[in-house]
């Protein structure tokens, strides 16, 4: 399975962007999502995920109510709207695939990762 990510770039505060993540591979549907940041001289966060059954989302508390995770069986592709954006909110996303029965906070638990895309929030 390779993931690759996209929809990244460079946003005034209050902006918006929709970040994608297409699977592809015959095993694509044996994972459950997730999307984690990376800020210069930062670790890397947890920002959002599904549960197995894809029904159910959990966010970090700093996005919740302003991130929305959404997923499109047919495409493979799992989105991240991201609306009311700041300036914190600047970093590399990545999305990530893991196995069920694992952590969905950890990034330990993704056995997969995509290239990242760069999100600048301006003030």
């Known amino acids: 399975v390779q993931l690759q990510a996209s929809g990244g770039g460079l946003v005034q505060a209050g902006g918006s962007l929709r970040l994608s993540c297409a699977a592809s591979?015959?095993?694509?549907?044996?994972?459950?999502m997730g999307w984690f940041r990376q800020a210069p001289g930062k670790e890397r966060e947890f920002v959002a995920a599904?549960?197995?059954?894809?029904?159910?989302?959990y966010y970090a508390e700093s996005v919740k109510d302003r991130f929305t995770l959404s997923k499109d069986n047919a495409k493979n592709t799992v989105y991240l709207q991201m609306d009311s954006l700041k300036p914190e909110d600047t970093a590399v996303y990545h999305c990530?695939?893991?196995?069920?029965?694992?952590?969905?906070?950890?990034?330990?638990?993704?056995?997969?990762w995509g290239q990242g895309t760069q999100v600048t929030v301006s003030s």
């Open positions: 591979g015959s095993a694509s549907g044996s994972y459950a």
């Open positions: 990530a695939a893991r196995p069920r029965f694992r952590d969905y906070k950890l990034a330990r638990s993704y056995s997969l």
């Open positions: 599904n549960n197995w059954d894809g029904d159910i989302s």
